[in-house]
């Protein structure tokens, strides 16, 4: 048996379907922009505020209202960064290391501007929005399997993350648009050589990347026991992580990413607890080690990592 059976087991499910909300969106933009964002996290923690905010000064307690909300907002932020920023910076040839940069200066901007909005919100309802608690939903059930209860948060967070793959899916293959957009992931030239608009391609790639994102930060709303406007960046080393065992291009490593990762940090460190000793308080270096494992074995395709699968390929 499993070590922490069956908690571990029910622990490693909860975070795989978070890994999937924000990861998979993360490689959707890499993969047609070829951006690396920092402010992804930012799509994260405006989606949980956006359903902070809705429920700590209009009462909201619906999640599906939040969720919708915090789509709109995570999309038109990430809407927003790309034709502000990075695409006039990319029409000026800047290189991907100089895009890079900026997204690394709109995510400090970005958590500035959330601490001020906290504080306008906490000067009209006298409420701490700088850490809030969390979020009990009306419209989000409970499961009870064979004598043991799935929370709320769990079973939000399944229905958010397998609606997000069916959804990737059928977009991805069955429709003229998502062709199009893998067209334009795998060769942008030969895509507007052939008449698709490459421009509204990856616009609406960043609108649903930063909107999915956003909605997985505000099913985490009833997860986490305190939301702050750091709670996204405590999170993006397991997103990067992720995204770049799916070498930052393809959706479904990505998604063995997640599973291997929540397994690692749950059952792996339940098993390393229970024989070993070692403490809990070690999630994060497994997660490290594995980032740089990977890194060093074998360097993601994206983010700079095609010269060492060319040389490979070279002396293979």
């Known amino acids: 048996m499993l070590p922490g059976y069956p908690y571990s087991i029910v622990n490693f499910l909860h975070y795989l379907f978070f890994y999937l909300l924000f990861s998979l969106p993360l490689t959707l933009s890499y993969r047609n922009t ?4 920092f402010a992804h996290s930012n799509f ?3 989606g949980m505020y956006t359903a902070v905010f809705l429920h700590g000064l209009l009462g909201n307690t619906s999640l599906l209202a939040a969720a919708a909300a915090a789509f709109l907002v995570g999309g038109s932020m990430a809407l ?3 034709i502000a920023v990075f695409r006039p910076l990319e029409r000026r040839g800047a290189s991907p290391s100089m895009i890079m940069i900026a997204s690394m200066g709109l995510w400090i901007m970005y958590n500035y501007l959330l601490y001020m909005l906290a504080d306008v919100a906490h000067f009209f309802s006298r409420k701490n929005f700088v850490s809030y608690s969390k979020i009990a939903y009306s419209d989000v059930p409970e499961l009870s399997i064979a004598g043991f209860t799935l929370s709320q948060s769990f079973v939000a967070s399944m229905l958010a993350a397998l609606g997000l793959v069916a959804a990737l899916y059928l977009f991805l293959e069955k429709t003229r648009l998502g062709r199009a957009m893998r067209a334009v992931s795998d060769n942008p030239v030969l895509a507007e050589v052939s008449g698709i608009p490459r421009d509204t391609i990856v616009n609406l790639t960043w609108l649903i990347a930063g909107g999915v994102a ?3 930060g505000a099913v985490w709303t009833c997860f986490s026991g305190t939301i702050t406007p ?10 990067f992580t992720v995204s770049f065992i799916g070498g930052l291009v393809s959706l ?16 792996g460190i339940a098993a390393l607890n229970t024989y070993l000793g070692v403490p809990t308080s070690f999630r994060p270096f497994l997660t490290f080690a594995t980032l740089l494992t990977i ?3 074998s360097p993601p395709l994206g ?3 095609g010269l060492p699968y060319r040389f490979r390929r070279r002396r293979g």
């Open 44 to 46: 994260i923690t405006y």
């Open 214 to 216: 956003a909605v997985g």
């Open 303 to 305: 983010a700079a990592g």
């Open 34 to 37: 070829k951006v690396i964002n």
């Open 252 to 267: 479904l490593r990505t998604g063995l990413g997640a599973l291997a990762i929540s397994f690692i940090e749950n059952v």
């Open 230 to 239: 750091q709670s996204g960046d405590a999170m993006i080393l397991q997103v």
């Open 295 to 297: 890194l060093i074995a």
């Open 80 to 82: 927003l960064n790309n």
